[in-house]
């Protein structure tokens, strides 16, 4: 389905029982939640859906599950994050088959490629497939950096259409808008500046909190769009303490337990991460109730 690179979507979270399979019945809870909500696209597989760990018959029965869910209304997204050429073409011919309808492609794993080497990647893969292609920029964790110079050699490629938007620094937006125009749509990628990036003009937010919260996500970005800025500030103070666990390294485990306390996932990780327990625990337990009890009332944002 054609589709544009802008709204909210959400990176989802991979839920899974006690015995470590696949919770499908608590991806469909979330998945309503979200898409009742308003949401304008979901992303499977990603660094919060714990990608390190899931098999391809995982990812098949994610996205199956979930183009079937959406029907037609959202589309939804696959993470690729290979470490070869290779693996990387192969996953996105195979997001293909299972009815995806875009990728979102980090550098190489596990190995720091160069500019030069980074570059060659991203296009194997753009020219192995169709689908329109979102880069994930965030050299804050995964230490490659993709530049302007880099984009301006990968803009031949039609079906490199979008960034995800994660270097943390708010200006890029400004670069990136200043350099290329509309040719990619930027996703803010850290929910701790979705806001700031917005107003730059960012074209849309990937979401970590949303799985947890998702009216209040939507109502931010939509309140933004429609010039709402003072509401939209006043529900982002709100939610400021939440979204600071999107950028700590334990982000999975942290934004699984809120969405377990609001009743939209489980807090089960796969291992090797383990279940929050002692101080820990207490202290993002007090950050999501304090949240929920504090709740802001939303203004009637769906028809912005």
């Not at 839920?15 to 979901?42: C, N």
């Not at 899931?54 to 209304?73: M, Q």
């Not at 350099?179 to 937010?205: P, S």
């Not at 807090?267 to 383990?274: A, D, I, M, Q």
Request: proline share 5%; glycine share 6%; aromatic share 8%.
């Amino acid at each position: 389905m054609p589709f544009e690179w802008k709204g909210v979507f959400p990176a989802v979270i991979t839920p899974w029982t006690q015995d470590d399979r696949l919770d499908i019945k608590m991806f469909d809870i979330s998945l309503s939640a979200q898409i009742k909500a308003g949401i304008d696209g979901i992303i499977i597989g990603g660094s919060l859906g714990e990608a390190s760990t899931l098999t391809i018959d995982e990812k098949k029965e994610l996205v199956k599950f979930a183009v079937d869910k959406a029907a037609g209304k959202i589309p939804v997204i696959l993470n690729i994050a290979e470490g070869s050429n290779r693996d990387a073409i192969e996953q996105a011919v195979l997001a293909s088959k299972w009815g995806a309808e875009g990728l979102m492609l980090l550098p190489p794993m596990r190995y720091k490629a160069d500019d030069q080497e980074t570059v060659a990647y991203f296009k194997a893969v753009a020219a192995s497939t169709d689908l329109p292609i979102l880069l994930y920029n965030n050299p804050v964790d995964y230490k490659i950096e993709i530049t302007p110079d880099m984009f301006e050699e990968l803009s031949i490629h039609q079906n490199i259409q979008a960034v995800k938007e994660s270097t943390r620094d708010v200006s890029n937006v400004t670069r990136m808008l200043n350099r290329f125009g509309d040719r990619f749509k930027i996703l803010c990628g850290v929910d701790t500046i979705a806001m700031e990036e917005l107003i730059m003009g960012a074209h849309g937010w990937i979401a970590g909190l949303v799985n947890a919260f998702p009216k209040e996500t939507v109502a931010i970005y939509r309140l933004v769009k429609a010039g709402r800025l003072q509401e939209a500030a006043e529900i982002y103070r709100w939610f400021m303490p939440l979204l600071e666990l999107d950028i700590h390294p334990k982000l999975a485990h942290y934004i699984k337990f809120a969405s377990s306390l609001t009743g939209l996932g489980s807090e089960n990780v796969r291992s090797p991460r383990l279940l929050l327990a002692g101080e820990e625990r207490k202290r993002i337990t007090k950050i999501v109730t304090d949240a929920i009890a504090s709740r802001p009332v939303l203004p009637d944002y769906s028809n912005l």
